[in-house]
């Protein structure tokens, strides 16, 4: 398969969630950037592939050109794109987080997992400019990829077994992906919270899905700061395919049904206070499934994850998780087994 790779964000690791931090690098860290230039390069070995590339600040640029030789390489300044959003979002996220804090406090909840809108669109924004680049070379070039590939640099270092381990691109995924060519189509893995959002750290695309992705940032900032915006109503009204949970209790397994993925139907929709409104997978969820963009998303089965990280991730690391991943599955077969009979 031709395939057109797209890369975003930073390439050494950054300052951990703590308490809202926007992100700030770690400059001589880029452990995670060659751990997934590995994985990428035994994923992508037998297709034929052209990337485009855009990282923040120049951090690693000489690492990306040589690793991955970019069709188009992109540096952005954090800095300045920082200070135009601060215009734009004025007090909006020291007010969040009284909000949060408040209602948190009044429930004796201690929860410091936390991210800044700011970081998000950061994150967002890298993305935008990236696939806007691509439709640019697309439009510029004869390269017409079967399949095109969005994700990070750390992407096989970050998250659960299956977001953090694109699959292996098989038949039913190319075949999925042409099929009804005109409509945007992504590919997607399991996400063990489905019912809030959908994952976000590789995409798996056809051109329409790129091409309805290219606004992506603009739309994220406009439901953000506006007052009206549906996906705010939505959010804090009534979350479509979702299960109301409880949620000062991070362990309430309602949150956890997958009812998009299932097909079952809710008794009670969720409903999320308004300072949740910058959770990034909320808002993928809205924009790829509840908007006009509507996306059609084949989601993977947990067993090609799991294949890919044995075959493309450290074995060592690998097996560990595997197992346990395994081990859980078959926990929740024979408990689903129980019920029905």
Known sequence: MKILLLLSGYTCKRVSWGKGD???PIENNMNDFFSGHRYIKK??????????CGLWDDLGIKEVKQFYKPEI???????KFQNNLKPIFGNYENERIKKRNAWLSSRNVKNNLVISAARFASQLYGRQVVIKRALDFLNESSYEPDLIFLTRYDISCRGGVFIK?????????ERFLKLNYERPKAVLPLFNQLNVGL?????????KGLESLQYIYDEYVRCISSE???YKSLLTSGWPYSEWFNLADTNDKRQFTNLIYSGKKSKELMR?????????HAFHKYF????KNKFDIKYVERYKSIYSMINYSNLLSSVPSALKELISGIKSKIKKFIKIK
């Open 22 to 24: 926007d992100g700030t």
């Open 272 to 280: 999320y206070k308004d300072w949740e409104l910058p959770n990034i």
């Open 199 to 207: 994952p976000d750290m590789w995409f798996y695309l056809n051109l």
């Open 228 to 230: 009206k915006s549906q």
């Open 43 to 52: 994923l992508l070995r037998d297709h034929k592939v052209k990337s485009i």
């Open 288 to 291: 790829m499934l509840l908007s």
């Open 165 to 173: 381990n694109p699959a292996y691109i098989d038949k039913s995924i």
């Open 73 to 79: 390489c992109i540096s952005l300044d954090q800095n």
